[in-house]
């Protein structure tokens, strides 16, 4: 069969066109999935603060790392959301990097945001796959008639 193929999707591979072989039972697994990460990794960076408190670094190293935290998270819970809906640059996406590595939480959420009610991606894959479907379509229509014996207008 010609034709474009649809891009898979991370723990969806091609399940995301027609909603079969599992695409529910997927859904509520990554939804669950991201969520148990997200808890467990709140659960990870409160041990952290603890040892903070524990070294008793002072008010301001324990201010800074909390807003570190705080602002990375929301720019990375941001950022990915935003990058289900719209392709992303790869370089803006490697200078963002550190930040979406502490930032990590945010990430996981948005997973679980998107989950809710689509495979995070789905919505723009299916947009470029169906304008590659209609590009295909148009390329590969057969012309009726010989364009040649065309009749031309006066």
């Known amino acids: 069969m010609g034709g474009p193929r649809p891009e898979p999707l991370r723990f969806f591979g091609t399940s995301w066109v027609h909603?079969?072989?599992?695409?529910?039972?997927?859904?509520?697994?990554?939804?669950?999935?991201?969520?148990?990460?997200?808890?467990?990794?709140?659960?990870?960076?409160?041990?952290?603060f603890q040892g903070l408190q524990i070294a008793d670094t002072g008010?301001?190293?324990?201010?800074?790392?909390?807003?570190?935290f705080a602002i990375c998270t929301a720019l990375a819970f941001g950022n990915t959301l935003a990058g289900f809906g719209k392709r992303q640059d790869p370089q803006r996406q490697a200078s963002l990097?550190?930040?979406?590595?502490?930032?990590?939480?945010?990430?996981?959420?948005?997973?679980?945001?998107?989950?809710?009610?689509?495979?995070?991606?789905?919505?723009?894959?299916?947009?470029?796959?169906?304008?590659?479907?209609?590009?295909?379509?148009?390329?590969?229509?057969?012309?009726s008639g010989n364009p040649s014996k065309k009749k031309r207008r006066r």
Request: proline share 1%.
């Open 59 to 68: 008010a301001f190293v324990t201010v800074l790392v909390v807003a570190m």
């Open 97 to 143: 990097r550190g930040l979406l590595a502490i930032g990590f939480v945010g990430t996981l959420a948005a997973y679980f945001v998107r989950s809710l009610t689509e495979a995070p991606g789905e919505k723009l894959h299916r947009e470029e796959y169906e304008k590659a479907r209609a590009e295909h379509a148009a390329r590969t229509t057969r012309r």
């Open 19 to 48: 909603h079969d072989d599992g695409y529910a039972a997927r859904r509520a697994g990554v939804a669950a999935g991201s969520l148990v990460a997200a808890v467990a990794s709140c659960l990870v960076l409160r041990f952290a």
